[in-house]
Antibody, heavy 121, light 107 residues
């Protein structure tokens, strides 16, 4: 079955760029009309949608983060990635990748286990 | 953006009791409302899609109802393994948004 796995540095310095990758295994990232999504959760807090991408390259971002976020996809590696620039302590969170299956306006049926990102000098 | 308000924030419940969690949307979202369960140190898990549609593998004691702006997640006959935080999520319009969560504790 399809699985998602986040990877990337667990520690980022303030003002630098956070970079994470989500690897899709057990299936092709290009199959179906799926939207590959990033969601984050600060410690002890709720969930925040960051944005998503379709393998066509079409993206949408949360307006609250739009000026700092880029999501990209590499179909040859079956991966999609998140870059968040100019990070501050407020960006410290567990970052999840997820799948919205068969459409952007759908539920998230598949989640990675999450990766903790700390922002500190 | 659409704001989802969950209540209560916290609930302490005895096993076999019935649990009701509500989620109110700031504007009508039809039935584009989904529920997730998140246990400590785990990722969220889809419980109910489109307000009331069941998910394969999810125990039948979990059910959902509602449409428009008011939605409910019901857990009939709570079990110890149901201790978790529950979130609602709307996919009606971008950005996707989530409720603040309801933590359910077992007495």
């Amino acid at each position: 079955q399809v699985q998602l796995q986040e990877s990337g540095p667990g520690l980022v310095k303030p003002s630098q760029t956070l970079s994470l990758t989500c690897t899709v295994s057990g299936g092709s990232i290009s199959s179906g009309y799926n939207f590959w999504t990033w969601i984050r959760q600060p410690a002890g807090k709720g969930l925040e949608w960051i944005g998503h991408i379709h393998t066509s390259g079409s993206t949408n971002y949360n307006p609250s983060l739009k000026s700092r976020v880029t999501i990209s996809v590499d179909t040859s590696k079956n991966q999609f990635s998140l870059k968040l620039k100019s990070v501050t302590a407020a960006d410290a969170a567990v970052y999840y990748c997820a799948r919205a299956r068969d459409g952007y306006n759908r539920y998230f049926d598949l989640w990675g286990r999450g990766t903790l990102v700390t922002v500190s000098s | 953006e659409i704001v989802l308000t969950q209540s209560p924030d916290f609930q302490s419940v005895t096993p076999k009791e019935k649990v009701t969690i509500t989620c109110r949307a700031s504007q009508s979202i039809g039935s584009s409302l989904h529920w997730y369960q998140q246990k400590p140190d785990q990722s969220p898990n889809l419980l109910i899609k489109y307000a009331s549609q069941s998910i394969s593998g999810v125990p039948s004691r979990f059910s959902g109802s509602g449409s428009g702006t008011d939605f409910t997640l019901t857990i009939n006959s709570l079990e110890a393994e149901d201790a978790a935080t529950y979130y609602c999520h709307q996919s009606s319009s971008l950005p996707h948004t989530f409720g603040g969560g309801t933590k359910v504790e077992i007495k």
